[in-house]
C-alpha cells in the first residue's frame, strides 16, 4: 500500500493542505502504513500527533516506517477503531482520514467521533480517491457528496473541497469546520 506513487502524492498533499505547526495536535484515523504521519511527524515537534488503524498489521508497519525515520518517539500509535475515541477530550486542532470513508458502514458516526474530539474552530479532512479500475472522477464526485452530506448532517461548517490530484481517479479532500461559538 505505501509503495504506490498514487497513495505517496495523496498521503503528501493532504498533509500539506493542513497547514501544520510544531504545536498542531492531530489525529489520523486509519493511519494506514503511516505515510501522513511520518509527514506530520517531520512538522509537529511540540505538539501531539496519533495515529489510529483497527489493523494491528497497519500499527506495527507504521511504527517500523516512524522508527526508520527517527519520528517514532514523536507519534502515538493505537490499535482500535474510531470506538476507541469515546470520552477522549476535545483536543485536537486537526482530524484527517485518507481513503477510509468509504469503508464505514455508519458515516455519520465516523464523522462525529472525529467531532466530538476537535476543539472549536478544528479542521476535519476527509480525502478519497476512487481505485484504478474503479470508474474514476463519477465514483469520486458520488463519494464527495455522500462526504459533504454527512459533515454537513454532523454540524461542521464552512465545508469546501480541494482537488489534490486531477486525472482519470481524481483525490479530492473535504474540509470541514466545527462551529467555534467565540468567533463571530
Ligand atoms: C485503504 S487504507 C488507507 C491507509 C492510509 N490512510 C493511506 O491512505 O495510506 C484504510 C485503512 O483504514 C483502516 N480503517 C478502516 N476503517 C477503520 C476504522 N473504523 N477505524 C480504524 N481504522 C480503520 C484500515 O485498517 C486501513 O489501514
Known amino acids: 500500500m505505501a509503495a504506490r506513487k498514487s497513495n505517496r502524492l495523496r498521503n503528501e498533499k ?5 497547514d501544520l ?3 498542531s495536535r492531530v489525529l489520523e484515523i486509519g493511519c494506514g502504513p503511516g505515510l501522513a504521519l511520518s509527514r506530520c511527524a517531520s ?5 501531539r500527533v496519533v495515529g489510529l488503524d483497527h489493523s494491528g498489521v ?8 516512524l522508527q526508520s525515520q527517527g519520528v517514532v518517539n514523536r507519534v ?3 490499535k482500535g477503531g474510531i470506538d476507541a475515541l469515546a470520552g477522549w477530550p476535545q483536543s485536537f486542532d486537526r482530524v484527517f482520514s485518507l481513503n477510509v470513508i468509504q ?7 465516523f464523522f462525529r467521533a472525529a467531532f466530538d474530539v476537535l476543539i472549536p474552530g478544528g479542521l476535519c479532512l476527509t480525502t478519497y480517491q476512487p481505485r484504478l479500475n ?7 464526485r458520488r463519494m464527495i457528496t455522500t462526504i459533504e452530506e454527512a459533515l454537513h448532517a454532523v454540524g461542521f ?9 486531477g486525472g482519470a481517479t481524481p483525490a479530492i479532500c473535504v474540509v470541514g469546520q466545527k462551529n467555534d461559538p467565540h468567533r463571530s
Open 76 to 78: 502515538e500509535l493505537i
Open 134 to 140: 474503479a470508474d474514476g472522477s463519477e465514483a469520486a
Open 157 to 165: 461548517e464552512n465545508i469546501s473541497k480541494t482537488e489534490i490530484i
Open 43 to 47: 512538522v509537529v515537534t511540540s505538539g
Open 14 to 18: 493532504t498533509v500539506a493542505l493542513m
Open 103 to 109: 469503508f464505514q458502514s455508519d458515516k455519520l458516526g
Open 21 to 23: 505547526q510544531p504545536d
Open 58 to 65: 497497519m500499527i506495527r508497519q507504521a511504527s517500523s516506517r
